[in-house]
């Protein structure tokens, strides 16, 4: 569903529950050691500034990190700097029978392509790249994307007759948290709290999941300061610990050794089931010995020593292969269209149209291509 539809299922429900909802209203301001209390300076849909005293504040301002950039806890993630561009498009062919509402991950050596089926025959096209994708970026946002396209030549496919809806958008500093996550009559959560590659799709699973364990905690809090608060340290250990598990897998995901784990017929320390646990959700309680993430790490460490000595673990087996090496695509056989032809003709009554843009030059290279 449209997430603009999912969001206002949300908030309908939290004004049933008897939440009392201001709409187009902004938080634009948080004033602690008011008191006993926290101000919060607010903007209103005709532009007059309003403000409340709280006893406690919930900043579940997504990625806007209203608290975590005013209190300068917000700090990006170095080790996976990477960065997006994306729209939505028609006549993008779905998948066939009961798949065709499924989400497509296209991988390729720099990052990974998104299709994601919307209502209306819309689908959402996006690529997250890494540092080296967009190092030298020359080209504009559509040329981005096409050149993400030339790497992964299934995805290309699919995009042959793709109308673009409306221009496409870039937004960088991807992955981020906030040094803590709670504070002195102030708690974070969801996306305000912390964002990862949304390769697995975890944040809605993450966002509903911390308003819940903060829900609790908080709800403590009120009556009890200090029992409030060792919830609430609970809480941010929970929620750290399920970043660190999605993190582990977001960091390896351009690895070769990763990437051969997720491929191959042969699931080495049943891996696969772990890695739809860690999906579902299982990472937030202290992890034992055999427990999922367990699992992905020590079968990984298996890999990777193995990659070293050339073996890589490839179809059904273990096969010779450098580590360093991918399987290089020719473009024009692998696409038969042409891909460094490939431009979008934004179809909006406005009339507004997209630069045609060619892709870079050169072959593309394909580390791993595959619908998951």
Not at 86 to 102: E, I, K, L, Q, S
Not at 110 to 118: S, T, V
């Amino acid at each position: 569903m449209q997430r603009a539809e999912f969001d206002k299922l949300l908030l309908d429900n939290s004004r049933r529950l008897g939440a009392t909802i201001l709409e187009a209203t902004r938080a634009r301001e948080v004033e602690f050691d008011v008191g006993e209390r926290t101000r919060i300076t607010a903007i209103g849909p005709d532009a007059t500034v309003s403000s409340w005293l709280a006893r406690h504040v919930v900043d579940a301002s997504g990625r806007d990190t209203l608290l975590a950039s005013q209190l300068g806890l917000k700090r990006t993630d170095k080790i996976h700097g990477t960065a997006a561009v994306y729209g939505r498009f028609r006549n993008v062919p779905r998948r066939d029978g009961d798949d065709a509402g499924m989400i497509t991950v296209h991988l390729f050596e720099q990052g990974w392509l998104w299709m994601i089926p919307l209502p209306d025959g819309i689908m959402s096209v996006g690529v997250v790249g890494d540092r080296a994708f967009f190092k030298h970026r020359t080209d504009d946002l559509n040329g981005i994307l096409a050149r993400a396209l030339a790497a992964s030549p299934s995805a290309a496919d699919r995009m042959a007759k793709a109308e673009l809806i409306r221009p496409l958008v870039a937004t960088g500093n991807y992955s981020y948290d906030a040094r803590r996550i709670a504070g002195n009559g102030y708690t974070l959560t969801g996306d305000a709290f912390a964002f990862v590659d949304p390769m697995f799709s975890t944040g809605v699973l993450m966002a509903m999941s911390s308003g819940a364990l903060a829900a609790e905690a908080i709800n403590v809090w009120l009556e009890n300061r200090k029992a409030g608060e060792r919830l609430l340290r609970s809480y941010e250990r929970k929620m750290r610990r399920g970043l660190e598990a999605i993190s582990w897998l977001i960091h390896r995901i351009n690895t070769n050794v990763l990437r051969d784990m997720f491929m191959s017929s042969i699931d080495m320390f049943d891996i696969r089931d772990g890695v739809v646990a860690i999906l579902a959700g299982d990472f937030y309680e202290k992890r034992g010995l055999f427990s999922p993430l367990r699992r992905c790490q020590l079968a990984y460490g298996v890999l990777y020593g193995l990659s070293k000595v050339g073996l890589r673990l490839r179809g059904r087996g273990l096969t010779w292969r450098s580590a360093n090496s991918v399987e290089s695509t020719d473009i024009g056989s692998a696409l038969g269209k042409g891909i460094r032809d490939f431009k979008w003709a934004i179809n909006e009554p406005e009339g507004i149209a997209a630069p045609a843009t060619e892709a870079a030059d050169g072959a593309g290279v394909e580390a791993v291509d595959s619908a998951a």
